[in-house]
């Protein structure tokens, strides 16, 4: 069975923002439904790797049926990155881990030859840092937001590489490898 491609997947700003200021979410549940390709990406992720910030972070369906990843659709397994895991987190197929490199591991054998779809942009960064990151995939939001968290941010700059993945594997969005 091939390694599992970890791939950063997400919507953003028309400015390059995947979250508003202080990890808002809002502006999302107003473009979530001109969004397709969401459910066409859906199918072919096995496993999430996310950070604690967007895990426990301001979701635009709270309290609704479409609260969680993928609008409330995802029910695969999901690894949690956090220095600090809740003692009592119970949640369903949801595993908290400190160690990026364990989680990544745990994530790609869990995919079974899927993506793994990496939500946060810290994790993200980090990924790419280990050489981990195998391809970037965004669904952009016609909205300028103006600030918030960026899809890349690194202080004082550092350039990635990336070729565009042609076709992409979902329409609809652009789609990078990591060079």
Known sequence: MAQSTL????????????????????WLARHAARAPETGDLLAQVGALL??????????PNAGTEAEGAFGGQWEGPAFVVSHDPPADAAVAHTTFLDDLPAAIAQAREAA??????????????????????????????????GDGTPVYGVPGGAEVALEPVDPSPVGGMLWFRVV
């Open 7 to 26: 791939l950063y997947a997400a919507s953003m700003s028309l400015d390059g923002f995947i979250a508003g200021p202080q990890g808002d979410m809002q």
């Open 50 to 59: 996310i950070g604690r910030r967007t895990f426990f972070g301001d979701d």
């Open 112 to 145: 079974a030859g899927r993506y793994v779809n990496v939500l946060g942009a810290e994790v993200a960064r980090r990924c790419l840092e280990l050489g981990e990151l195998d391809e970037v995939a965004m669904h952009v939001v016609p909205v300028l937001l």
